[in-house]
């Protein structure tokens, strides 16, 4: 079970925009900044598309944006591409000096 | 170019240890911590370990508390993740990534661990 809670799949026609959430606690997500969202692909490692909730690092095009409400960030892929399909996994520091994952989400593009 | 090369992996039998190392290149270890994550078989991201860049602290996950410790060769610039008392339930890739803005920026290309009899 992991501490941050995503839904498993979302998915969204080319072009389409799609939302995936994660939820956490005041210990993490609502307590800090520092959410972070990662973009894998099979049998590859993961690529940092947001960080510290709503910025992209060099690169990242800027169909991909993040925010933050209380307990729960979002990452937004807007204008959807065929690769834009992966897993996608949100990410928090928390208190206690630890970080922690959410369970990913699956996209696919219809 | 920043770049992490993880390696190590094998496979041990439960109750083992193994040693897992990460060479950076593109930046210097003693101005950058270090993470180590880990995605066990067909499941999701774990964070489990983090050694600050001046090296006088480190932080992990409650799973491998106790069993996990870190190393550094500053002068050929690598992390070493050791881990003792392996258990099935560790068995895994395990990622290397640079800290940067409280995530986890350039990652290791993965080095797969199995702990099995």
């Known amino acids: 079970q992991s501490a941050l809670t995503q839904p498993p799949s979302a998915s969204g026609s080319p072009g389409q925009s799609v939302a995936i959430s994660c939820t956490g606690s005041?210990?993490?997500?609502?307590?800090?900044?520092?959410v972070s969202w990662y973009q894998q692909y099979p049998g590859k490692a993961p690529k940092r598309v947001i960080y510290?909730?709503?910025k992209r690092p060099s690169g990242v095009p800027d169909r991909f944006s993040g925010s933050k409400s209380g307990n729960t960030a979002s990452l937004t892929v807007s204008g959807l591409q065929a690769d834009d399909e992966a897993d996608y996994y949100c990410s928090s520091y928390a208190a206690g000096d630890k970080w922690v994952f959410g369970g990913g989400t699956k996209l696919t593009v219809l | 170019q920043v770049q992490l090369v993880d390696s190590g992996g094998g496979v041990v039998q439960p109750g083992g240890s193994l040693s897992l190392s990460c060479a950076a290149s593109?930046?210097?270890?003693?101005?950058?911590?270090i993470h180590w994550v880990r995605q066990a078989p067909g499941k999701g991201l774990e964070w489990v370990a983090y050694i600050l860049s001046d090296g006088r602290k480190e932080f992990f996950g409650d799973s491998v508390k106790g069993r996990f410790t870190f190393s550094r060769d500053l002068s050929k610039n690598i992390v070493n993740l050791h881990m003792i008392s392996l258990r099935v339930e560790d068995t895994a890739v395990y990622y290397c990534?640079?800290?940067?803005?409280?995530?986890?920026?350039?990652w290791g290309q993965g080095t797969p661990v199995t702990v099995s009899s």
């Open positions: 990534a640079k800290d940067w803005e409280w995530g986890f920026d350039s």
């Open positions: 005041s210990s993490d997500v609502g307590g800090y900044n520092h």
């Open positions: 510290e909730v709503t």
């Open positions: 593109g930046f210097s270890l003693s101005r950058s911590g």
